[in-house]
């Protein structure tokens, strides 16, 4: 049990991370917003978990937010709804 703990612990304490990079990726975009099957491609590479859009665009709605206008998963995004002019700085 105690391994379980520390697992989610970690992953607990990554999710910041999580959440400025994928700020940062959708600020790069022409209006905010990128395909969620394309952020899926890219997911592992970003190092992103599997449930990213239930456990951090879900879970930061001032910040994010999916938005599906056709009805059909292949037209699903997700946007940034606040910029951070934090996030916007190279280092």
Same mark, same amino acid.
């Given at each position: 049990?105690?391994?379980v703990?520390?697992?989610?612990?970690?992953?607990?304490?990554?999710?910041?991370?999580?959440?400025?990079?994928?700020?940062k990726?959708?600020?790069?975009?022409?209006?905010?917003?990128?395909s969620?099957?394309?952020?899926?491609?890219?997911?592992?590479?970003?190092?992103?978990? #599997? #449930?990213?859009?239930?456990?951090?665009?879900?879970?930061?709605? #001032?910040?994010?937010?999916?938005?599906?206008?056709?009805?059909?998963?292949?037209?699903?995004?997700?946007?940034?709804?606040?910029?951070?002019? #934090?996030f916007?700085?190279?280092?």
């Open positions: 049990m105690e391994l703990h520390e697992e989610q612990s970690f992953k607990d304490s990554l999710e910041p991370v999580f959440v400025q990079h994928l700020a990726l959708l600020m790069l975009s022409l209006n905010n917003c990128f969620a099957i394309k952020i899926n491609e890219i997911k592992n590479s970003l190092g992103f978990p #599997d #449930d990213y859009l239930i456990g951090i665009v879900a879970k930061y709605p #001032d910040l994010f937010r999916i938005r599906n206008e056709s009805g059909r998963r292949s037209s699903m995004v997700v946007e940034l709804m606040k910029w951070n002019p #934090d916007a700085v190279s280092q």
